[in-house]
């Protein structure tokens, strides 16, 4: 069974930096083709794509976030790690980290979501 | 890089069929059949219902059904019901090798 869980902080002040921590089960994340990324959603809004990370250390990023955004693994801990640079008030957001394929280029399996304020 | 357009709301009766579309452009939509589906009940995470312009995943109601013309793609829920009443978002992959998702559509089963 594939699951995902985020944790990390519920409140971050302004300009501090966001760690969020995806844990997978079910899969590894150095299986050919396996890629695991964040979306996040300010409440009352859309979904957003922030960045991806692929079984073989490839990453991807928005344009809009990429200098402030980076995304590690540790296979060790079957972890993705998103970090977050000088955040701001409109930072805060549901953080969502979920599974996709080179197969099925889709986010297929989605963790709960980690509600993040900051101010 | 912009969110893709969708209608803020669609609504119908049950039974009916209500269709919701999906604009990008060049870079997006029209480049690739990368086009995915997912609806959101209040408080809960995406679930993907359509991907690959019209795949279904295992256990998705077949009244879920997408399609793409040029930068435009659309789902369509057929024989609506009230458990459809959610949230919609698209999603395409990019030439950028990135992602993105629509500005959401809110379904009303009235």
């Known amino acids: 069974q594939i699951t995902l869980k985020e944790s990390g902080p519920t409140l971050v002040k302004p300009r501090q930096t966001l760690t969020l921590t995806c844990t997978c089960s079910?899969?590894?994340?150095?299986?050919?083709?396996?890629?695991v990324g964040w979306i996040r959603q300010p409440p009352g809004k859309a979904l957003e794509w922030l960045a991806l990370i692929y079984w073989d250390d490839e990453k991807r990023y928005s344009p809009s976030l990429s200098s402030r955004l980076t995304i590690t693994k540790d296979t060790s801990k079957n972890q993705v790690v998103l970090t977050l640079t000088n955040v701001d008030p409109v930072d805060t957001a549901t953080y969502y980290c979920?599974?996709?394929?080179?197969?099925?280029?889709?986010?297929?399996?989605w963790g709960q979501g980690t509600q993040v304020t900051v101010s | 890089q912009s969110a893709l357009t969708q209608p803020v709301s669609v609504s119908g009766s049950p039974g009916q069929s209500i269709t919701i579309s999906c604009s990008g452009t060049t870079i997006d939509i029209g480049s690739y059949k990368y086009v995915s589906w997912y609806q959101q009940h209040p408080g809960k995470a995406p679930k993907l219902i359509i991907h690959e312009v019209s795949d279904r995943p295992s256990g998705v109601s077949h009244r879920f059904s997408g399609s793409k013309s040029g930068n435009t793609a659309s789902l369509t829920i057929s024989g609506l019901q009230t458990d459809d009443e959610a949230d919609y978002y698209c999603?395409?992959?990019?030439?950028?090798?990135?992602?993105?998702f629509g500005s959401g559509t809110k379904v009303t089963v009235l």
């Open positions: 999603s395409s992959y990019t030439t950028s090798s990135a992602f993105v």
């Open positions: 979920a599974r996709t394929s080179i197969i099925a280029v889709a986010f297929n399996y």
């Open positions: 079910g899969f590894s994340l150095t299986t050919t083709g396996v890629a």
